[in-house]
């Protein structure tokens, strides 16, 4: 059975059909086009579809695309201010983050909730918070440093 | 497949009881996703839980915490009130999966999900805290122990559902704690568990108590021995020993490269007590 879904994705209204049983990842990749929701093992392990869903952290690997009629998406496509990177972005780019960017996308959001909830982490708040979010490249270290100097610049940002 | 999203709970009942082939409910998803991914179901029917108002709000009322069973345990986590009286239900609920999954588990779904290891399912066993059921023939209470028949089977009934959880109010100086044992701090499924909630009276000493083991038989189980054994008692050493002792008869767990028999049984006599000093000092015991 194909379902009829309308949802506000990234700010715009967006509909878009999908079979009853596809997920919310699936949905956003191949109908949607949103190709920065990634699936690395689709049992909500890894954390490479992470977004967010009405404001929740979630993994679109475990929503049926279904679930977001009314609802509202945001994926990493809509953290940038058109050409100027959010400022997670512009660390996770400085601090070299990342190495294959499989990660990356789920990363950015997962990060973007913590520092939304608490704009000043510990670095073992960062872990426990990033601890859903796997890579295999960097080691973590760099990514929990530029999670970190993000927290620093936003907290500034907030000030002015 | 059919997606189904009712709006009422008399709508949910029907669905379920009427529907044709294999039916199953859609709380949180972060199970039944996976087993549908996996190839384990093949549902004909999904109906989704979450747009029901009276299971997606936790209401506070004489009775105590009516906990709607499509509330997400991060939602639960961010109830202050919750959270102040049944601090062991929260934390356990609080270490299921990622916040990932946080944001979309439940507890009514750990506890129909009916894993041995459900991390929430423990804890809501010591706090007494009971399921509503609605179905065809109406609603009933069922306390959360009852619900778990073996791993993956419940004692729901066809059409039925569980719309909420309702924990107790916080009786004067009482406590609870939940403790797991993993191999990692993060992302891991409880090996043992063990959950204490107790009542003190004058003087320090335990007047009523509820002690309850995971991971150690195949389901979830209140050990009355247990909490027989600190009754009377101010949690002095002797009576931690006999909570060990009591716990560690109660364990028939699995034997498998997690952990064996061997090592769940000693381990559960650790938790027990650990829990029940978490639990004590909860109360305002010293």
């Not at chain 1, 475990?62 to 609802?71: D, I, N």
């Not at chain 2, 107790?168 to 403790?179: E, Q, T």
């Amino acid at each position: 059975m194909s379902v009829l879904v309308n949802s506000t994705i990234n700010g715009d209204n967006v509909s878009f059909s999908c079979d009853a049983d596809e997920t919310l990842m699936d949905a956003l990749r191949n109908r949607v086009g949103l190709k920065g929701v990634k699936e690395g093992c689709g049992t909500g392990d890894c954390g490479a579809c992470s977004i967010r869903l009405d404001g929740a952290l979630v993994c679109s690997c475990l929503v049926l695309g279904a679930e977001a009629e009314g609802r509202t998406v945001e994926t990493v496509e809509g953290m940038s201010n058109g050409a100027e990177l959010h400022v997670l972005q512009t660390k996770f780019l400085e601090h070299a983050a990342l190495q294959c960017g499989i990660c990356t996308p789920g990363f950015l959001i997962a990060a973007q909730t913590l520092l939304e909830k608490n704009p000043s982490p510990t670095e073992t708040e960062i872990r426990y918070a990033l601890a859903g979010n796997l890579c295999r490249c960097t080691g973590y270290d760099k990514i929990v440093r530029a999670v970190q100097d993000a927290a620093v610049v936003m907290k500034k940002g907030r000030k002015k | 497949m059919l997606y189904e999203s009712p709006q009422t709970t008399e709508d949910a009942v029907e669905l379920l009881s009427k529907s044709k082939g294999k039916v199953h409910v859609l709380a949180g998803g972060s199970d039944l996703l996976v087993r549908m991914k996996g190839g384990y179901i093949e549902p004909d029917v999904v109906i989704d839980i979450k747009r029901i108002k009276s299971m997606n709000t936790i209401k506070k009322t004489a009775d105590g915490f009516l906990i709607g069973a499509a509330v997400s345990c991060a939602r639960m986590a961010d109830h202050q009130a919750l959270c102040k009286a049944w601090p062991g239900v929260v934390e356990a609920a609080s270490l299921i999966g990622s916040d990932q999954i946080q944001g979309r588990c439940t507890m009514a779904g750990n506890m129909c999900n009916a894993s041995p290891a459900a991390d929430s399912v423990p804890a809501m066993i010591a706090a007494e805290a009971w399921a509503l059921v609605q179905g065809p023939r109406g609603e009933r209470w069922v306390l959360v122990e009852k619900i778990a028949k073996a791993p993956g089977v419940t004692t729901l009934r066809k059409g039925e559902v569980v719309e909420a959880i309702l924990l107790p109010p916080k009786y004067k100086k009482s406590g609870d704690a939940y403790l797991r044992f993993t191999p990692r701090t993060e992302m891991d499924i409880a090996v043992v568990s063990a959950a204490v909630n107790l009542t003190l009276g004058a003087k320090g000493v335990i007047t009523d108590a509820r002690v309850a083991l995971g991971a150690v038989g195949p389901k979830a189980m209140l050990v009355k021995p247990a909490a027989k054994a600190i009754v009377g008692t101010t949690l002095d050493d002797a009576a931690l020993a006999k909570l060990a002792a009591a716990a560690a008869a109660a364990c028939d767990p699995i034997d498998d490269k997690r952990g064996t028999i061997q090592f769940r049984t000693k381990v559960a006599q650790v938790l027990a007590k650990r829990a029940a000093k978490i639990a004590y000092q909860r109360a305002g015991g010293k």
